[in-house]
Each structure stands twice: as C-alpha cells, then as structure tokens.
C-alpha cells in the first residue's frame, strides 16, 4: 500500500466548503447565531476539526469516485 494519493483542488474546495458549514453548524449548535466574537470563535474551531476529521474521507471519495470511473469506461 505504498500507492500515493494525489490531492487535487477539487479536493481541497470540497473540504473547505464542506469543513466550513460543518462548522458553522457545530457553533450553532453549541451557541446561538449572533455576530459577535464568541460565536466567531466557535465557527472557526468548528471548521478546523471538522477539516480535520474530514480530509481522509474525502479523499477516500474521491478515490472510489475515480476507481468507478476507470472501471466503467475499460468495460
């Protein structure tokens, strides 16, 4: 399994927007919606675990996403 896994910014996008209303969600959850700093906080660490969480599965995605396509288009 020493195959490397290239990281396209299709990737990348879909992991930020994906990470990003993940973590707008997770604030919400935990505080009510409100422009203030706290809930700024709340957003941005939110967003950060959950790209975190998030970048092997996504790439996984993608990997399946790409196996289906090159097994479809030999047969």
Do not use: K, N, Q
Not at 46 to 68: C, E, S
């Amino acid at each position: 399994m020493s195959e490397e896994v290239p990281v396209h910014a299709t990737d990348i996008l879909v992991l930020i927007v994906v990470s990003v209303i993940g973590g707008f969600l997770l604030a919400a959850w935990t505080l009510p919606p409100a422009l203030a700093f706290d809930f700024a906080v709340s957003v941005l660490a939110g967003t950060v675990l959950m790209a975190f969480l998030l970048f092997i599965p996504v790439m996984g995605v993608r990997l399946f996403i790409d196996d289906y396509r090159d097994d479809g288009s030999s047969g």
